[in-house]
């Protein structure tokens, strides 16, 4: 991917417009502020694009389209595009669970969830596609993603919803460190990206917290959970790192909230004594998991545990965190800004957010030029070269600096 994000020798395939729901929003901002840029950096290559019309729509001020999501009283919804999408590549941009905005049914105030997101998205997507040249769905957080496989009489929501948009003429479906991305399968002659944001999260680490060490006897990475284990051994592979593993020991007799309860964590690796530990996963939901396998690593006398993943939900809130983090059970937490947070996390001294805008906006741009985004898919070289620069005592936020 080139360093200026410009595409000199490519023309773009269709005029952009990028349709974000109420959701996301502010993600939504920062994705188009970084996509004008790019496309305003090389001036030379702005005046050639004035004179013909292959590029008509390419140099905007915006490209985000001007709709709404209107509710009738009953709670009903509709779509309205206030402007033309005609022969755009059109990207459709919702994040689901964003739990903050709400609507009134019958004088009733209900919170959106995240299936009135996904109604909201395929409304647009309804309004749009008969005129729009090529239809994308972003989906930073995949709609039903830990609806993945069927366990006895179980729906399979998130196969189900992949069929559902492919039908309705959506190309290409982009989403981030998705749950299980096997869940493909259930539309195997369509486009589905599945990004991972590793290296941007090890950017904010790395830049933000003091006293980073690279190498196995400072530094470990620990997966919580035999799902995570992919996560965790791509990352200490292109570290140079050890990693660990914590397995579940669960009682297959019970189910509790629709789940069997966990017993006891058990773990494999080496010892973490005196180390930094990161522990990575797809995402923190009730956060439970996370501090049980914090705690575990503290009995081990483990220096600092650094808690990241793709996507913080906090769906209990930030209270126990908050006490981890007083007793020294963990050092600070680390997750994106592809979903909504309450604003009150921004205060509290053990959290860091990695925006993912740029990244984001790149593969949008790439996209949009119809070029490969092999090396937008994997962030190998970029993880490679930092450990080789910052192990040369290269400081992080040079390193940083230097690559993008």
Known sequence: MPDSYAFSEQLPVAPLKIAALKGCMELADKVNKHIVTFRQNDMKELAERKESLHYRGYERESYLLDLECPRFGTGEGKCIINESVRGTDLFVMADVTNYSLSYTVNGFVNHMSPDDHYQDMKRVISASVSTAHRVFVIMPFLYEGRQHKRIK????????????????????????DAHDPRVQNSIPLHGFDNFLPTYNLVKTI?????DMQVDKEHLMIISPDEGAMHRAVYLANNLGVNMGMFYKRR??????GGRNPIVAHEFLGDGVDGKTVIIIDDMISSGESMIDTAKELKSRNAARVIVCATFG??????SQFDEAYHKEIIDYVCTTNLNYKDPEIFNKPWYIEADISKFLAAIINSLNHDVSIERVLSPTTKLQTFVKRFCNKESGYQYFGKIG
């Open 251 to 256: 009682d297959y007799s019970k189910v509790v």
């Open 206 to 210: 790395f830049t933000t917290i003091p």
């Open 153 to 176: 009489r179980e729906s399979l929501d998130c196969a189900y919803a992949l069929e559902e948009l492919v039908s309705m003429g959506v190309n290409n479906i982009i989403t981030f």
């Open 313 to 318: 939900l906090f769906t209990n809130g930030f």
